[in-house]
C-alpha cells in the first residue's frame, strides 16, 4: 500500500523546523503552480535549492558570497556535509552504492538549471514557444523536494559535529 505523503509534504514538515518564511513562501508558489503554471513550478524548484543551500551554509558559518550557480552552491553544501566520496568510509557497507547514489544527487541542481533555462521562468521565449506539461513541473517539484529534504535532514543531524 502506498504512502499519501508525498516529498513535498516531507519538505514543508521540514522546513517548520527552519522557520523560513521565505521557504514556506517557495513551497507554497511551487505547489500552487504545478498545473496552473508548470514553467514557474519548475523555475522556483531551482529557487527551493538555492535556498536550501544558501541557508545550510549560513547557518553553518560559512555564508556563501556573491551570487554562485547552482552547481557550485550544490557543490559547496554537499562538501560542507561532507556528502562527498571523501566523507564516506570506504569500510561502511554499502559505501559504493551510497557515493553513486550521492553522485546523482549531486546533479539534480545543474539539471534544473538547464531545465529552468529552458522551460522555467526568468528567460524570455519566443513568443510561440511551448512550455512542459505538468508531469514535468511534478517531476523538478519531487526531485528538488527529496534532495532538499535530504540535505537539511542530513544538515540537522550532523549539526554538532
Known amino acids: 500500500m502506498c504512502s499519501s505523503v508525498s516529498p513535498l509534504d516531507k519538505l514543508k514538515k521540514t522546513v517548520i523546523d527552519f522557520d523560513g518564511p521565505y521557504l514556506a513562501e517557495q513551497i507554497n508558489r511551487m505547489e500552487q503552480s504545478i498545473y496552473t503554471d508548470p514553467s514557474l513550478a519548475i523555475g522556483t524548484a531551482k529557487e527551493v535549492l538555492e535556498t536550501c543551500c544558501k541557508t545550510i551554509l549560513y547557518e553553518r558559518g560559512n555564508p556563501i558570497k556573491g551570487n554562485p550557480d547552482i552547481p557550485t552552491l550544490t557543490k559547496k553544501t ?84
Do not use: C, M, W
Open 78 to 161: 554537499f562538501q560542507e556535509l561532507k556528502l562527498v566520496p571523501d566523507g564516506i568510509p570506504q569500510s561502511a557497507r554499502g559505501s559504493k552504492i551510497i557515493k553513486r547514489l550521492l553522485s546523482k544527487l549531486s546533479t539534480i541542481g545543474q539539471d534544473l538549471a538547464e531545465l529552468r533555462n529552458l522551460y522555467g521562468t526568468g528567460h524570455g521565449k519566443h513568443g510561440s514557444a511551448k512550455g512542459l506539461a505538468p508531469r514535468h513541473a511534478k517531476l523538478a517539484v519531487g526531485s528538488v523536494s527529496t534532495l532538499t529534504t535530504f540535505l537539511y535532514e542530513t544538515h540537522k543531524e550532523t549539526e554538532e559535529q
